[in-house]
C-alpha cells in the first residue's frame, strides 16, 4: 500500500491524488490517537491552520466549510 501522506503545501494525497487527509489516511491518522481525543482535535485544527494559510499563499481561496470537513468534521465521529 502506498502512504497516503500531505503533499504540502497544496494539500493533496501523494498516494490518490484526493483532498488529503483522504478516505484511506483518516483511520490511520486517528489510530494514532487512541485515548487522546482532545489532542487528536488541537492537531488537526493545526493541519487546518497550516493549509489554510499554504493554500492562501498559493493564491487560492481556500472554502472554509470544506476544509473543516475535511481536517475537523469527521474527527468526532473516531473518538467516540
Known amino acids: 500500500m502506498q502512504n497516503h501522506v500531505a503533499v504540502k503545501p497544496f494539500w493533496f494525497c501523494a498516494a490518490c491524488a484526493n483532498p488529503w487527509p483522504c478516505d484511506v489516511a483518516r483511520p490511520h491518522i486517528a489510530a494514532e490517537y487512541v485515548g487522546r481525543g482532545k489532542l487528536f482535535a488541537v492537531d488537526m485544527a493545526e493541519l487546518l491552520w497550516e493549509a489554510t494559510g ?4 498559493l493564491g487560492a481561496k481556500p472554502d ?5 470537513c475535511r481536517f475537523l468534521g469527521w474527527i468526532r465521529s473516531v473518538t467516540q
Open 54 to 57: 499554504d493554500l492562501e499563499r
Open 64 to 68: 472554509g466549510f470544506e476544509l473543516y
